[in-house]
């Protein structure tokens, strides 16, 4: 790790602030009904707890397991989305949770996935949003943050598997 170098690129208190803004914005569209949360535990999985943590109404939780985003000879169209689900998502509202928007591709499948159980409202929420002009996603979405294309880590994200807990998250440059 002598090589590498983290430069922070939002700070432990903007996410906190940026998840709590988030939480009552949901809190008050979906008062005194049930969300059930739709996300790939992978990467997401602090930032799924803290949400949770911040949500005032009923909450459910149904882990999927998506494609690997970093995994280059990968044909999407053929890499299966393993939904999961222990009990349908018929007539919920869903929340989709995910960590890092880049191309869309995995999320629309998620989400075509999803709506095909038919349930009463979707909406996608993403950590991060990163800058992509190649991007092809023709849905709604919100990110808590839009960021330069850089790799990033911390706050569950990682690089070979170090660096997911750090509460910030950081841009890994990598020396040679």
Not at 24 to 45: G, H, P
Not at 64 to 90: F, M
Request: include cysteine.
């Amino acid at each position: 790790m002598e090589n590498q170098k983290l430069v922070t690129m939002i700070t432990e208190e903007e996410i906190k602030s940026a998840i709590t803004n988030a939480a009552q914005k949901y809190a008050k569209l979906y008062e005194n009904q049930q969300l059930t949360i739709v996300a790939d535990l992978r990467n997401s999985f602090i930032f799924i707890a803290d949400l949770i943590r911040e949500l005032p109404i009923d909450v459910t939780i149904q882990f999927v397991a998506t494609p690997t985003h970093d995994v280059e000879n990968c044909n999407l169209h053929e890499s299966k989305i393993d939904l999961g689900l222990t009990s349908s998502l018929k007539d919920k509202n869903v929340l989709i949770v995910n960590d890092i928007l880049l191309n869309g591709k995995t999320l629309t499948r998620l989400y075509d996935y999803v709506k095909e159980e038919e349930p009463s409202s979707i909406r996608i929420l993403n950590l991060l949003e990163k800058e992509n002009k190649d991007r092809i996603i023709d849905l709604e979405f919100e990110s808590l943050f839009k960021i330069e294309n850089l790799f990033i880590v911390g706050y569950g994200l990682t690089y070979n598997e170090s660096y997911r807990g750090l509460k910030a998250i950081y841009s890994l440059e990598i020396n040679e």
